[in-house]
Each structure stands twice: as structure tokens, then as C-alpha cells.
């Protein structure tokens, strides 16, 4: 137990409501200590952390005021010493020696100057991009990592959103909350997960669509498309990486194409 005078770092993030536990145990993973947990807006929870500051060795200070003052020195003897050497005598330059160039002939050159061809230019071979290629679980094993991992490891999904930001990536996926975005009757905010629905577990990031309408939005594809979509529906997802915001603990994610699974 710290002492009354101990110094702490304060570390407030939200999350969705239900993912308490979740979250609460990967900050207590890296050494934070929960303090408090309050109600926010939009089916969102801010929870409170906080963990010791690290101590300065106050041995550290002297010696770093030693170091300062040895380097001053040293300076101040280049200096010195700099200023005591002589400059050698500048040597004149040489004269440089000129050729006079040969007078033109005004007799024709005896070999006729050959033309030559313009060669025709080199067809370039087109190149597979993968630039545009979607992101599967069959293809990148990062994302088949990432859809399965049963941690929030914050650094692990921040470095794929972030090396994969404009991307578009594959996978089947399933509306694990929604509510409405703001005031808006017909627009959302839809929390989803991967694989199939689950009351008890939610493997992968908290994937995100965020204020989109269900009509023009999430482009519904497929012979199944149904009047209306809500929480425990299995989807498959086309959609592109937009960006992780580690305070909410949000991968946001922009629909491209969605079916009904």
C-alpha cells in the first residue's frame, strides 16, 4: 500500500456499456489500479484509473550538474586553443593553363553523319497492386489474429488500424449492441463484433459503424435483406478501415457492403 504522500497518474476511458470487466481487467493487466466508474451518454461507461508515479533517483541531479560543468570546460579549452593556431599563408593560385581550340575546317567531313533511329519505347509490364486487394482472414494473418484475440491488446489493434487505415477488410461479424447516434430517429451507432453473436464473449475489437443509416449506410446486399436489423443479428462485412480511438477503445470502421448471415 502507498504511502499518503505517493504522487499518481489519473487515466479516465470509456467504453461500452456491458465491456466494464473487459476493460477493467486489461488497464489492471498493465499496472493501473480502478478508482471509479461512471454512467455516460450514448450506452457508454467512463471508468477511473490511476497508478504510481515512477520516483526520480535524487542522486541523478548532482551528477548530472557535474557532467554539465566538465563538458563547459572542455569547451572552453577548444575554444582556446582554437584561437591560438596560426592560419598558414594562403598560397597564390597557379595559372591555369589555357588550350586554344583548333580552327573549324571549311572542307565537308568526308564520312556522311549517320541518323539514328529513335528506338520505340519499352511497353511498361503492368504490376499487381495489392494496394486495393480486401483484407480476409485467408489472406492476412494479422486480421485472422486480430478477429480472434480474446484480449483487448490496445497496441496490437492501434498499429493494424493505423498500418491498414483506407484499407477495406472482409469478415463475418455480428451487431453486438446499437443504439440510436444522438437525437436522430433513423440514424445509429452500431457496436460490432466479430464471429458469430455471443451474450457471454466477444472475441476481436470493438468494431464500430458509427452514425450511419441502415437503408443508405450499410449498402444491405444478398436474397435476404431484411425490413430492420438489431442487436444478436450474424452479418458478413465489407467495410474500411477508418481509425482506433484508444480513450473510447473504438475501431471505426466505414460500411461498404453488408449481408445478413
Do not use: C
Amino acid at each position: 500500500m502507498a504511502g499518503d504522500d505517493a504522487s499518481y497518474e489519473i487515466k479516465s476511458v470509456q467504453t461500452v456499456r456491458g465491456m466494464e470487466a473487459r476493460t477493467m481487467a486489461k488497464w489492471e493487466k498493465e499496472g493501473w489500479e480502478f478508482v471509479t466508474q461512471s454512467q455516460e451518454p450514448l450506452l457508454r461507461t467512463k471508468l477511473t484509473f490511476r497508478r504510481l508515479k515512477p520516483k526520480r533517483p535524487r542522486y541523478l541531479l548532482p551528477a548530472a550538474a557535474g557532467a554539465l560543468l566538465l563538458i563547459g570546460i572542455i569547451v572552453a579549452v577548444g575554444v582556446a586553443q582554437e584561437g591560438d593556431d596560426t592560419p598558414e599563408a594562403n598560397t597564390p593560385p597557379t595559372n591555369a593553363a589555357v588550350v586554344q581550340s583548333e580552327q573549324p575546317s571549311n572542307k565537308p567531313s568526308e564520312k556522311p553523319s549517320q541518323t539514328t533511329e529513335p528506338s520505340a519505347p519499352a511497353t511498361p509490364t503492368p504490376l499487381a497492386s495489392t494496394a486495393e486487394q480486401t483484407l480476409t482472414v485467408q489472406n492476412n494473418a494479422e486480421l485472422a489474429a486480430l478477429l480472434t484475440a480474446t484480449d483487448l491488446d490496445y497496441d496490437r489493434i492501434e498499429g493494424f488500424a493505423t498500418k491498414y487505415k483506407g484499407r477495406t477488410i472482409e469478415f463475418d461479424g455480428n451487431i453486438a449492441d446499437m443504439n440510436n447516434h444522438g437525437d436522430y430517429k433513423t440514424r445509429y451507432d452500431i457496436l460490432i463484433g466479430a464471429g458469430n453473436y455471443s451474450a457471454t464473449s466477444m472475441p476481436g475489437p470493438n468494431f464500430q459503424f458509427k452514425d450511419v443509416n441502415i437503408v443508405s449506410d450499410l449498402h444491405l446486399t444478398g436474397s435476404n435483406i431484411p425490413d430492420g436489423l438489431g442487436k444478436g443479428n450474424n452479418l458478413h462485412i465489407i467495410a474500411r478501415v477508418e481509425g482506433f480511438n484508444r480513450t473510447q477503445g473504438l475501431f471505426f470502421l466505414k460500411p461498404v457492403s453488408t449481408s445478413v448471415r
